[in-house]
């Protein structure tokens, strides 16, 4: 084995060590109220892991069929003679290293960027609560060092759930990102005014992926019940074996010992035995394809927690409460992703529960369609890249739901790219913006809306020449995003949309209207924000943001633009560099006329957005033009009214039910009838009886009736002692007159 | 020698020692019962104490029993001793009460 991999623990090992020292010495690290310590420190610690990930793919260059490298154990029982076997292993194979490079390579340029921006982001919030001099201080230190903590949390979360060789481990993974996602959404969970709205997102976004997450721990409870294990490659050993086989014949099975290089040792017995899992035969007629596609289906409805997808993609646009570099680190490049690595990672079982890829690709397809219908009509700058987002996510699960994993991963990381870009770029955007609306407000200029909202693009306008690298790097991302050639969206979506139209009609067709409306809304976009006159002062103030930030925003741009280089036509390099690791990875040619048709589809939509937002830009005040279609455009406006929905299928039951629960059964009934009347009548009742006449009256009668007559005949008998000497002598006397009385009576009888 | 004495004893019937000893040790117990003044109780006392040591004399006589003689010497001494005490006693009371009426003397009543 290369010792290069015998690194690979250090990829988790240095943004944990920045939780730790952002815990205990985040504060000492900035020492005056503009340093940039604890951002540095967690920027240099995320490169490092970057650095690792590096390593860990040029050292498997030499060993692309991949190697796991043993850290600890984690669970270890032993029955008899089963054994239990859950070690926290990592796996470094072609796949993983996409995942670390993408992760790691996209989350340091956010790190980056995060420094420049969370400065801005704490002083507008210390301007929001008029905090000055030593609590402004101490305020811009304690949330300054908290984020950078959490993100660097995340990040260690992100790579410990892409580098586990076993589902228990991932899933390990899978909730620290989800509780990452949680504490940064809700970050400003004190703010002034919108404090309650980020919280309440943090927590829908931790409630719905717990649902999520109930699929997820199904499908590995029924993964370890059907395979006797949970580590991946034993387990899809077992899923091959067991197809031709008997459950019994196939147990200890073991993935080969290729892929166990290093394991001759500890791990290294050719024939583990496992746990026996309950025979498939003792449930009836279910059967080994049943089961699979229970799995497969369980693990679908985590994806779509994780991911967003319908039905529960509900999350992700309120999760844009979170600063922006968290949403676009976390809410679009990477944890988001999860999903999509997840199906990727199981694709041996995907292939034999074909059901279950179709359920997948169906529902990735409608995911990108109603997202993307939704994203038209929105007014805020990120509610419109999350749409897009959860659009794009869907494009990804239609593509791993075909089979089509190496389009699947590919888009993956041309949209870690370019949404990134996205986001980041919007940041820096509303960072314009605040400064702008500072700047008219000190000046007296007035005017502007006391509603001003920085995010809302109605209010911008005319950017393009207050803000020109954010607009040129924007309209990168958004091309890219729109699938025009040759930027990175184009080869990666193209490559999607060639997979559907080979397996799946209709997906193809679901998929194909969702790329018209994405060239749509991100070309709308691009003309409401950049172009066009200032719709407010704001706008009209506005300035581009710090070299701080606008770095990252190049790096990305470029990563963009040269993205599809990846895995170009002809060349398929992503896809032989996945072979390695994705059983059923499978590939297309490149097919003109389908590329012909999206890009077409894209510039049409493109000319459209220009025909209604760029020839004609909407005037201050102006109402959209969209709303020319009325019911429809608030329909979309109105996100389809999914939360409406579920507010009323699921919240309003379930809080009548809890409230039902809480009043009448917990309160009314075991509160006050059971407890109350029942028990505690019983018990106060019993009490009483109890006390009254059995303790007061039995009892202490008897208690105080000895000590009555001791003392009443005590005050008699006292009186005997007269004190006199004479009365005592002649008792003595009479005593023995008495004594020798009876001696006498006695002798003489 | 020995049969002299013996001839001399049944000189006086031990009975009457015997009655000499109750009738003594019944004036004392009526001294001790009616005297108020504490030195005639106390002499009473000694009294009972002489009619005791004569029954016990009487009877090591009738018995040929040295061990009653001998005993006679414990009570008289306890006596003497006893005596000393009570003497002191009665002064002491009477230095404090300027009186040794018996009946004046009854604050242990209950």
Redo the contacts between chains.
Sequence with gaps: MDSLFALIPLIIVFPFSGVVIGVFFGRRLMPHKDSIGPGLVASILAGASFVIAVLMFIALQGHPEGVEVPLATWMNITAGDRVLDIPWTFKIDTLSSVMMLVVAGVGTLIHIYAIGYMQGDIDEQIAKRGFEGDEAFDFKRRRYSKFFTFFNLFLGSMLVLVTANNYLMMFVGWELVGLCSYLLIGFWFDDPVKGVYNSESGKKAFIVNRIGDFGMLIAIMLIFWTFGTVQFDDVFARAECMQAESQEACLTVSAGEAVHEEAEGEHGEAARPYLTPVALGKIGTVTLGVVVTIITLCLLLGATGKSAQIPLFVWLPDAMAGPTPVSALIHAATMVTAGIYMITRSNVLYAMAPISGTAVAIVGAATALVAGTIAVAQFDIKRVLAYSTISQLGFMIAAVGLGGYVAGIFHLATHAFFKALLFLSAGSVIHGMEHGHHHAAHHGHGGDDPDFDPQDMRYMGGLKDKMPITTWVYIIGSLALAGIPPLAGFWSKDEILLDASLNNQLVYVLLSISAFFTAFYMGRQVFMVFFGRARTEAADHAVESKPMMTTPLIILAALSVLGGLLNLPGLHSLAHWLEHSVAHAHTAEFNISIAAISTLLGLIAIGLSWLLYGRKPVEAGQADPLRSTGPVFTFLNRKWYWDELYDTVFIKPYVWLGEFLAVTIDWKFWHDFVHDRIIGDAFRGWGAILSQPIDQGVVDGAVNGIAQLVDGSSQE??????????NY??AV?LGVVLVLGFLAFRFLM | MFTELQEANFLVPTSYYVILSAVLFTIG?AG???RRNAIL?FMSIELMLNAANLAFVAFARAFQDLSGQVFVFFVMTVAASEVAVGLALIVAIFRSRKSID??E??????
């Design positions: 008998l006292r009186k005997t002692q007269t004190g006199y000497v004479r002598a002649l006397a | 117990v001790v019962l009616i109780i018996i009946d003397l009854h604050s242990m009543e209950g």
